[in-house]
């Protein structure tokens, strides 16, 4: 079965790039999508079509791809940016398959 | 503003059945396709299925693991979205979200958290 490959652990300094990778082999054919959750909280997409940007979502956030890989950069970390962090894209069936989740770190 | 509301979670025995539904408010539900999520306790996302619009022809798609058991469907009359569960299993135990979107999921519900174990 399809699967999405991401570290499950990041850590930075508050005001430093963050940067998550995402490894999929049909992500050159299918877009991705980014997910914000923190504790107790329903997902938040931050990222969608590899590299847009939803209304309300910090500048801060932007998403790169680059062949089989995708990457969320979060520029000037804040510590409200702590949370886990999840990718997400379709297989050839149309199914959705998601990463198993980085959390971040800022400290 | 966009709300998506669920409703109906609970403790289940294995074996059981359950049914969830998701109310949608702030976009036209009626075009827009539907899927829920679930996210076991302290696990990621796993997706669970989906429905489109039926203007794409209202099919349903699922999960391999819930294939047989479960059944997404949508009353656009009424601005809501179904999950029927049946034979529940307790590695079905979750918190299960209702997202709207086609490629990803835009909008998001609270969750509702089902609970199977005897």
């Known amino acids: 079965s399809y699967e999405l490959t991401q570290p499950p652990s990041v850590s930075v300094s508050p005001g430093q790039t963050a940067r998550i990778t995402c490894f999929g082999d049909?992500?050159?054919?299918?877009?991705a999508y980014w997910y914000q959750q923190k504790p107790g909280q329903a997902p938040v997409m931050v990222i969608y079509?590899?590299?847009k940007r939803p209304s309300g979502i910090p500048e801060r956030f932007s998403g790169s791809s680059s062949g089989t890989t995708v990457t969320l950069t979060i520029s000037g970390a804040q510590a409200e940016d702590e949370a886990d962090y999840f990718c997400?894209?379709?297989?050839?069936?149309?199914?959705?398959?998601f990463g198993g989740g980085t959390k971040l770190t800022v400290l | 503003d966009v709300q998506l509301v669920e409703s109906g979670g609970g403790l289940v025995k294995p074996g059981g059945s359950l049914r969830l539904s998701c109310s949608v408010s702030?976009?036209?539900?009626?075009?827009?396709?539907m899927s829920w999520v679930r996210q076991a306790p302290g696990k990621g996302l796993e997706w669970v299925g989906r429905?489109?619009?039926?203007?794409?022809?209202?099919?349903?798609l699922y999960a391999l693991p819930v294939m047989g058991r479960f059944t997404i469907s949508r009353d656009d009359s009424d601005n809501r979205l179904y999950l029927q569960m049946n034979s529940l299993r307790t590695d079905d135990t979750a918190v299960y979200y209702c997202?709207?979107?086609?490629?990803?999921?835009?909008?998001w519900g609270q969750g509702a958290l089902v609970t199977v174990s005897s």
């Open positions: 997202t709207a979107g086609g490629g990803g999921g835009s909008y």
């Open positions: 702030g976009f036209t539900f009626s075009r827009v396709s």
């Open positions: 429905i489109k619009n039926k203007t794409e022809g209202g099919t349903t």
């Open positions: 049909e992500l050159p054919k299918q877009y």
């Open positions: 079509k590899d590299i």
């Open positions: 997400q894209a379709a297989d050839s069936s149309d199914s959705w398959v």
